[in-house]
């Protein structure tokens, strides 16, 4: 599903898998992880796994995946490159740096925000935006996991760029649905097979290294919600991706 909202010269590769065998790792990312439970391991390994998919994409041979602060992904030189895990979906999105000067993906099941987290992640202004949370199994779209998936990519993008941390009220995003909505289902509904869109997310927090506008693409697919952000190293003269 991540392929779907990356452009051409992006290698993504993506599993639903919850374990990959043993051997997966590199002695490396094995010491990384080696006093970890068994949901981290799998979650570290599977997103690593997805990772040298996407290198093999690009051309380039296999590699450790180690991490830097806060567990940024650290990746070869001139690569540029994110990840994303959650329980029924890892993923991977690797490009040159001569083609994109950064970029973040995450996914999240498709249900509705843990109670008080919404309140914590939100602007007043985005939640009058995507109104109230919507009934869990009622078939429409969360659209407060939504914005916590936008915010994560967007998050994914700004950091490796500026070495700065941006916290979620310093981004006012604006989702935007593309698709057509079911016969019957309504417009909150994502239909029996997807809903996708974009967004935009205005940074309130700035620096001249980034546009202090990112796009976005989302979509919703088998219970996963999947966004990607990415911008160019010519940013200043192109809009988006």
């Known amino acids: 599903m991540i392929e779907l909202l990356l452009p051409a010269d992006v290698s993504s590769a993506a599993t639903r898998a919850e374990t990959v065998p043993d051997g997966t790792l590199f002695p490396e990312e ?13 979650d570290f390994a599977t997103a690593r796994a997805c990772a040298r998919r996407a290198m093999a994409g690009l051309g380039l041979p296999p590699v450790p995946v180690l991490h830097g602060h806060r567990g940024r992904p650290l990746w ?8 994303t895990h959650c329980t029924g979906y890892r993923a991977a999105a690797l490009a ?7 970029l973040g993906i995450d996914a999240e099941p498709h249900g509705p925000l843990p109670t008080g987290v919404r ?14 949370p ?13 914005l916590f998936s936008a915010k994560e990519s967007v998050f994914k993008t700004w950091y490796p760029v500026t070495g700065v941390e941006l916290d979620f009220v310093e981004a006012d995003l604006t989702f935007h649905r593309t698709d057509t909505p079911s016969p019957g ?16 997310a205005r940074l309130l927090l700035t620096d001249p290294a980034l546009p202090t506008t990112l796009h976005g ?15 160019r190293p010519d940013w200043r003269e192109r809009d988006g991706m």
């Open 76 to 83: 070869p030189e001139g690569i540029v490159g994110t990840l």
């Open 217 to 231: 693409r989302w979509r919703v697919e088998d219970e996963i919600v999947a966004t990607a952000v990415l911008v």
């Open 30 to 42: 094995e010491a990384l992880i080696a006093k970890s439970v068994a949901k981290r391991r799998n």
């Open 96 to 102: 040159r740096a001569t083609d994109v000067l950064s």
């Open 119 to 132: 309140e914590l992640v939100t602007l007043p202004a985005e939640r009058e935006r995507i109104g109230p």
């Open 134 to 146: 919507a009934p869990e199994g009622t078939g429409e779209i969360h659209w407060d996991r939504i």
């Open 185 to 200: 289902s309504g417009d909150g509904s994502p239909g029996p097979a997807a809903a996708e869109g974009t967004f935009t």
